[in-house]
């Protein structure tokens, strides 16, 4: 028989996508009553709101309903720990894009033709947007935090040579293809059930149930899929769904909201905008000696995440190097710019960035070969081996990573090509680069690193897998669907994952930092041990009925069959035993549970364990540039990535390759301004420009790191989906290296991210300038 | 058939609108009508104003020798009479269905097998589109596939794996099941065509006329003088959907055949003004292969299929790609109402930001190109944040005629994205007229740049960056005609 564990179905849903029966929240086709829900966002960043007049817009025909922040009936709070930011604003609104009134209508133009009917006057106040503005203000979000290992001062004092260095990195936009939507269907007695694209089902839940004054037994969440999310749907999904709640609740109707791509561009946070000074000191041969880093945070108007994006940006500043004397401080800025939030890599890659850009600095400083720099600060096995907050290196797969990237992508033999290239090309220059990436498994927020399973077997043998995890295109469902039917031994045909759902499995965690596989996969295990406990005594008494002289030592349950160890050939079909379970009164269904061991973390000393294990990834580059206009395109890449033994290498790679363009996008094209009052200049895709398929390299190679199983993850896996992303800096430092050729490396070029084509060429036009 | 009605092929089905008897408006997007009746929500919304590829739809149309075409369009930019006569296939109509079984078309066949899609929302999109290149035999090489999908924006996959599928998909085309009943749509589309009378569609709010001829077109122009004219519609269909902008008279010129055609004469080529940008590019790629760049990299297929060299020069946008080459190639736009018919200089007929000599009653028919002038160097570079799918941050266009003894005989530069038109640079070309054609020339030259413009800094881009690169596309103008004098 073939060994069903080893064939990797597509994704679950693969089919449903092309076939567009995949069904998204705006795509569920109600009877009749729906309404349309429309917000009515503040037009300024910082005012207060001096009076308002809705009834000419309530006159409108087609509006049900307009509510303000009095018509809500529970608490007027959509953070629900910190209290901080408003549902609806009352009387001050403190960022464009904050919601002041809600609107109900027969569709969407009706309600759009409302809000141009409402009157509203504001006074304005002063604001601030930037991080250099809010420092100037002293606008800290929280006091600063600190992790120190060593003595940096001193060390930087007695190092050889020392640099000193500043980097900003941008925002960034998700854009998601399904812009942020909800419906919500009030049912009886108040009770409200929410159709949801959100990364984290229970906490919608949560606040749907304290805006309504309503408990959380009477909010139900559900969610079949998301359109992407990035991390742009773990907290900043549930105004929508809290917005929609509240007009069904009051008009009794069921509500759809959906953002329009503008408005979902405007109102939304993105990925937080950085500036970080440092000085690093370093000996002759490039090895670092000190690190001293500032990181500076802008985290919009409300705290939202921006405190454990800080400490995860702290956590990675050292990304793959062991630096004996470091200190990172970290700041987030309030500002009056929508809150930022989660997004992929969640603070890992702006921390990344300031030590990739210093190791460049010190290579060019050297005149070596800035890969050879990485090389020999890469974290040890036996010593080195200690992170700046104390976390011991475990596994170190860098110098595995190194030996077989160098080689198969044929580093130093391009480098001398490349190096001829550029001596006897003026207008078009290469680049290339080499990055690695350290990134940590688990919620910095410990008790966040738990999982809940509802696992049912039907007495036909089939089975659902309910579980708190959500599927947002990453393959979490698939993952699932692989682990359930290697542990239940059946068929991946006779199992259904269930859509998310909070009455099925309550309390869960977003699904974020990576972790959705290895907290629910545990979860769904565990589950499916309790059922295979209770099954196992009557599989037993079954296979001995049908020959008595059987040997109970072992049941194993295997190809759809459940036989003993040493008989193989007397055994009974799965969908035999849970039919006479069934008879016999044995539960078929069972909860589970996983919490991760060990994670706690010190912050008033800045030592502990945050993380459950480390993820491990390298990547080589190599890009062109037209330094007559400051375009750039990747000839090529090389991708050397640790994802453990991999539970589907398919859905591995496809993360590794989205993740990394994404990160393209970041390190490139995806631009974000602001006008002078705190308008979005790029706030729709006409002129914010993710990566297209025309950017994708020319020459892409991914490789999945072979023997590298993690003794710490469900079927010794690794976390997958942010890492990768980080990968995107070698693309970055090719660009500066390309750039520095003009100069022929001879000076430190002005350099930010992303190296949009007008930082590359006014970087250029310097660097002509100075020669 | 009544004139208040639309008839298209839907599910290989006649599907009929009657605007006597929906509410919905006649300028009411594919996209709003698909999403709205049963069992259509495969196509999706990423954007609605043409960026995206989610909502993308084919378009089977009747050529003139009755065949059919198959073209990927953004459905969110179409309007509904627009599908008049054609058949408008949706991704719900790509696989077979039996009760119990699907099969899979083998451009979603491939997708599956690629693993590319993730969360699945742009996947329909791209299905039609990769669907498109199927129906339209493209070779599925890399500049194919970037040129069918560039258009698709995928935010999951990275597109590794839709390159993929696509080089899957399109590797072996073998007729599928929309072969096979070929005939029978020809046939329904034909009896559909038949009527040559202009539609009128009237609804409470709106009058949305459809002439299928241009007789037709220009009486309806003189009768209804305040109606917005409309062709592609890829610019006003953005503006009605992001600004809610409400038309209450729509003149759809998109029917009429005889402005979409190209003619060449002895001396001239003329381009009707409903002549598509992707026949364009192609006529370009033929007879001035020096502009590609500027019209390989505008828009998407899905815009490029619809959109009108007449809509593009009509907008009169300071970034409108077209203009630059049309005013180096010294292009006339005629001009036509039912009395009368007039030639103006295409840098007389745009008069400002966004406005045109266009009279009262009068529509654009033609564009007048004179032939190439072999013995004159022409270039072209298009600057924008991304490579495909993007609109020009600035762009220059160029005509230079160089004596036997190497210095400036004519010369007309032009730049899009400098100023509120798009602008020759006057003061530069005055400078280099009689001069020798050297670096050094070139390079005092671009010191006069900012004598003819003074760029905005925008969401697009930052004034430094804008002069600077002004400058540098004229040095490249430079290295590129010196390349060719010393390959002669
Ligand atoms: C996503 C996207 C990308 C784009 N990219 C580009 C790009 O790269 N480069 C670029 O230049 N443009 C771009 N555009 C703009 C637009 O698509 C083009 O300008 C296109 O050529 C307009 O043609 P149309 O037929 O669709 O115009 P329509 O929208 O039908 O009309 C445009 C204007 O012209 C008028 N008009 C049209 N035809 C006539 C006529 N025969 N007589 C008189 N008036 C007429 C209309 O009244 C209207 O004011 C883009 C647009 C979108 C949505
Ligand atoms: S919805 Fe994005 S192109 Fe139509
Ligand atoms: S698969 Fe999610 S956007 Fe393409």
Known sequence: ???????????????????????????????????????????????????????????????????????????????????????????????????????????????????????????????????????????????????????????????????????????????????????????????????????????????????????????????????????????????????????????????????????????????????????????????????????????????????????????????????????????????????????????????????????????????????????????????????????????????????????????????????????????????????????????????????????????????????????????????????????????????????????????????????????????????????????????????????????????????????????????????????QAHLEQISLSATGYYGTPNIYFDREKGKGKPFHYYAFGMAVSEVELDILTGNTRIIRTDILHDAGKSIHPEIDKGQIMGAFMQGVGWCTTEVIRWDAKGNLLNCSPDTYKIPGIGDFPLNYKAELLKNANNPNAIHQSKAIGEPPFMLALSVWLAIKDAISSVADHTKEPDFSLPASKEVVLLSIKKLKESL | MKSNTIQFILDNEIYTIDWSKVDFLPSTTVLQFLRAIPGHTGTKEGCAEGDCGACTIVLAELTQDNKLTYKAIDSCLLFLPALHGKQLITIENLATKTPTATLLHPVQQAIVETNASQCGYCTPGIAMSVFGMYKTLKIPDTKNIIDSLSGNLCRCTGYGSIIEAAKMACNTIKPDHFSGIEPTIIETLKEINRSTDAIELSHKHQLYLLPKTLKQALELRGKYPQATIVNGSTDIAVRQNKTSEFHHQILDISSVTEIKQIITTNNYFQIGAGCSIEDFKKFVQQNFHEFSPITDHFASLQIRNVATVGGNICNASPIGDLIPMLIVLKAQVKTASTVNSRMINIEDFITGYRSIDLHNKELVTDIIIPKRDNDSYYFSEKVSTRRDLDISTLSIATIIKLSKEGTVDDIILVYGGLAATVKRAKSCETFLLGKQFTLSTISETINLITNDFTPISDARSTTEYRLETAGNLLLKCYYSVLNELESK
């Open chain 1, 1 to 579: 028989m073939n060994n069903s564990e080893t064939i990797f179905l597509p994704h679950e849903s693969a089919i449903s996508h092309v076939t567009g029966e995949a069904s998204y929240v705006s795509d569920i086709q109600l009877r009749n009553n729906l309404l349309w829900g429309q917000v009515y966002f503040s037009p300024v960043a910082h005012a207060t709101i001096k009076s308002y007049e809705l009834t000419e817009a309530l006159k409108i025909d087609g509006i049900v309903d307009i509510l303000d922040f009095t018509r809500i009936p529970g608490i007027n709070q959509l953070n629900t720990h910190m209290h901080d930011e408003p549902c609806l604003a009352g009387d001050k609104v403190t960022f464009i894009g904050q919601a002041i009134f809600l609107i109900a209508a027969k569709d969407r133009e009706t309600a759009l033709k409302a809000a141009k009917k409402i009157h509203i006057e504001f006074e304005q106040l002063e604001a601030i947007f930037t991080i250099e503005n809010a420092m100037a203000k002293r606008n800290n979000l929280a006091p600063s935090r600190r992790i120190e290992t060593g003595n940096p001062d001193k060390a930087l004092e007695s190092s050889k040579y020392r640099l000193k260095g500043r980097l900003e990195t941008g925002a960034q936009e998700h854009w998601y293809l399904e812009t942020q939507s909800a419906l919500c269907v009030p049912g009886e007695n108040r009770n409200m059930t929410v159709f949801a694209s959100t990364q984290n089902p229970s906490e919608t839940q949560n606040v749907v149930a304290e805006v309504l004054g309503l408990q959380s037994n009477q909010v139900i969440c559900e969610v079949k899929r998301m359109g992407g999310g990035f991390g742009g749907k773990e907290t900043q999904a549930n105004p929508i769904a809290v917005w929609a709640a509240l007009l069904a609740d009051a008009t009794r109707q069921p509500v759809l909201m959906q953002l329009s791509r503008d408005e979902d561009q405007k109102i939304t946070g993105k990925r937080h905008p950085f500036l970080s000074k440092y000085e690093i000191g370093f000996d002759e041969n490039g090895i670092i000696t000190a690190y001293i880093v500032d990181l500076h945070g802008n985290s919009g108007s409300s705290f939202d995440l921006s405190i454990p994006i800080l400490e995860r940006a702290m956590y990675h500043a050292d990304n793959s190097y062991f630096i004996e004397n470091m200190r990172v401080t970290g700041t987030m800025w309030k500002t009056n710019l929508p809150s930022n939030t989660a997004f992929r890599g969640f603070g890992g890659p702006q921390g990344m960035a300031v030590i990739e850009n210093a190791i460049d600095s010190i290579a060019r400083f050297l005149k070596k070969d800035a890969a050879e720099i990485r090389f020999k600060n890469f974290y040890q096995t036996q010593t080195k081996n200690l992170t700046h907050y104390g976390q011991l290196v475990n596994n170190n797969r860098l110098s595995r990573l190194w030996d077989q990237l160098i080689k198969s992508s044929d580093y130093f033999e391009r480098r001398k090509e490349i190096e001829k290239f550029n001596h006897s090309n003026n207008l078009i220059k290469k680049g290339l680069a080499l990055t690695p990436v350290k990134f940590g498994i688990s919620f910095t927020t410990a008790f966040l690193n738990q999982a809940g399973a509802l696992v049912l077997v039907y007495k036909d043998g089939s089975v659902m897998v309910n579980h708190g995890g959500t599927e947002m295109g990453q393959g979490l469902h698939t993952k699932i669907l692989h682990i359930a039917a290697k542990e239940l031994g059946i068929s991946k045909d006779n199992i259904i994952i269930s859509p998310t759902n909070t009455s099925k499995v309550p309390n869960s965690s977003a699904t974020a930092a990576s972790s959705g596989t290895d907290l629910n996969g545990m979860a769904v295990k565990d589950a499916i041990r309790t059922i295979k406990k209770r099954l196992k005594p009557l599989a037993i008494k079954m296979l001995s009925k049908m020959n008595p002289t059987v040997n109970t030592g072992r049941i194993i349950f295997k190809n759809d069959r459940i036989y003993s160890k040493s008989n193989p050939e007397i055994s009974i079909s799965f969908a035999e035993l849970a039919k």
